[in-house]
């Protein structure tokens, strides 16, 4: 941290001091508090067990009178009430008006048995928020999944005109009843809300998938395998794909829009970051004309990446888009026309040391698969998914791919300084203006004439650049705090489960599945922002005071002059890291075993003249000596063997070594005299 750094950064003196604690945090739970609870819980086991069985019966000896009527007519109960009373038929279809998909049971003499409430004559009247209606139509079976299975439902649809002018579409009752219909014209299954929002969830925090999660509705109706089930899943898929289009439609407000859902724009219903610098929304006014020491605040921090996990078969289907480009995921026709315009362009020549999968496998095509990867651009700062920045892959991490994805995020998004975090940075920063400038269709060419724009390396992917690559450093790049730009690869492993089921899909299914996903992560880190950030200004005030101290006592240790001298170049060379050589640098000096070979032969040219004490020079003398430390070395990790053959061959090559190593020394002596005099006080010798 330099000294022109650290100053414009806030005292943490001015900080509140409830900002300053650390607080109590959450304690976690002691294991022998676990094993304490089992040890309790045993000795309660059959007790437990009891009550289980005890539900299954008949429960209490007053199951022979209707808990309403007092009637001795009882042979019903309901699973899902709250109190599973004893009932008769009457007060049972009587107390269910509310609930038709409660799933009730009849007594047969020995043990209950699973009764549909259809069956026992319950109609459920639609169109008139559960009254009456006065001219219903004949009463039909419809198949309902909710949360607790399926049921075959009797249902009357409404078909007359007092509440409105004609009689509602059977779709629309449907709804109003908070049933899905599968079709719109004529639908015979249907789903609850409830179930399709379980779905929902449920698969955003565990993946699982629609056909998974649909044939455990089955094993929750019956899982003893006596009951036939209906085949739905088509169905079930088709209502999930749409319901998750309605809800993302529903939370983005396009329902308030008086030019209606047709009117939504590109990355409309993205969520976006709420802590990334948005005009109009989160910046004071007038922040464009802050001062240039000042400026950095309102910086954007992208981060990009690449997931070749999430490919996609190409399986020959074709499907409708219904949401192109509305939220992360690009439009795809552009995308397809811009890739197959640009990508056939001769790559840029890479010169860096590193070999990195996204230069050596940017031409790779997956056989057999219409896409190979997803790539993608986050905010860097906070891990979001940015609006129109996620597209498919097809040939590897080509730039076209990345430039448009960082084209169509930023599009529209008013800035003055970029920082943009890439694997490699280093290549892809090369001619980017040139790219953008000339690849770009007029339309979407992005003017970043006034913008400030700052490459950087993510920090685990950093040192294996090599030298020359400290202006991508994140720990040395001004203004950019802990940004480490790794957060992309956490966002992966959110993903990568879902790449399963969505492989098989049609493109178009697959990029609202995608999109769904990615938007429950942005909006699980909507939540999580507040607390995690109080943590990280926490944290962050703590470490300030902590890293200025230990910076002013190392700064202290040189001369004043000297450190002067290095905030100049520091300063300078923040402004223009191409303006003058890399102060973060150590001067390289390179010493070869050739040239050190040559230094000597030199030396021993320049005494050739002077009468010899030994047959071996000094440069010989040195050179024989690592040659014989490296023979010991190998013959000590030499295997004895178990053959006399094999111990005799060890033995002659170790004599011959001995040899050497006593010719050796006699130079030694010459050369080195005070190791004779350690030699005769310990009486060993150099030997293998």
Known sequence: ???????????????????????????????????????????????????????????????????????????????????????CRTCLLKSHQETPLHRPEKWNGNFFESAELSALGFVVELGHDGEHCPDPSPPSDVLVY????????????????????????????????????ATTARPSTAFTFDVLDLFHNLTHQSKINAYDFYHSLHRRTSNAGARQHPSCYKQFAHVVRIWRHIQQLKWAGRGHDPNGVTATTPGSLAVVC?????????????????????????????????????????????????????????????????????????????????????????????????????????????????????????????????????????????????????????QYCKNFERRLREDFLPEMRLDLEDVKVRFVIPKNHFNVHGRNHSQYSLNLVPHVGRTYGEGVESSWSHLNPVAMSTREMALATRHEVLNDHIGAWNWHKTIELGPSLLKALRQAAQMAVKQRKLFNEFSATFPPEVVREWERVISLWNVNPGSCPDPYEEPETTTTLSKVRLDFAKEDAAASAAPAVLDMSPSVFIQVGLDLEEQQRTLKLRDAGKTEGELADLLEKRNVLSNRIRCWAEAQDVYMPFVMQLRLQTNTLLVP
């Not at 900002?19 to 002691?30: F, S």
């Not at 005109?161 to 109003?176: A, V």
């Open 1 to 87: 941290m330099s000294a022109d750094t650290d100053s414009a950064h806030a005292d943490s003196s001015e900080l509140p001091s409830d900002i300053l604690d650390e607080g109590n945090g959450k304690t976690k739970r002691v294991r022998e508090d676990q094993r304490a609870a089992v040890r309790d819980w045993l000795p309660l086991r059959q007790a437990y067990l009891d009550e289980l069985l005890r539900r299954c019966g008949r429960r209490t000896k007053s199951f022979d009178a209707c808990a309403e009527c007092k009637s001795s007519a009882v042979c019903y109960r309901c699973l899902d009430c709250k109190r599973p009373r004893p009932l």
């Open 146 to 181: 909710h949360t607790n299975g399926y049921h075959t439902v009797r249902v009357s649809l409404c078909t007359c005109t007092t509440s409105h002018s004609e009689p509602l579409p059977p779709w629309k009752q449907f709804l109003r009843a908070d049933w899905m219909p």
């Open 274 to 426: 709420p802590a990334c610098p948005q005009p109009g929304k989160n910046l004071p006014e007038g922040w464009e004309f802050s001062p240039p020491e000042r400026m950095w605040l309102y910086t954007l921090y992208l981060m990009m990446d690449a997931n070749f996990r999430c490919r996609c078969k190409d399986r020959g289907l074709d499907d409708v888009q219904i949401a192109p480009g509305w939220s992360y995921y690009v439009e795809q026709d552009k995308f397809v026309e811009h890739v197959a315009r640009t990508c056939d362009r001769e790559d840029e020549k890479n010169t860096c040391s590193a070999e990195h999968n996204a230069i050596i496998k940017a031409n790779m095509r997956k056989e057999g698969y219409i896409a190979s990867g997803v790539g993608a651009v986050l905010c860097a700062r906070h891990a979001f998914f940015r609006p129109n920045g996620v597209g498919d892959l097809h040939l590897g991490e080509k730039f076209p791919y990345m430039d448009f994805l960082v084209v169509s995020t930023l599009l529209g998004s008013a800035m003055f300084m970029l920082v943009l975090s890439y694997d490699i940075a280093c």
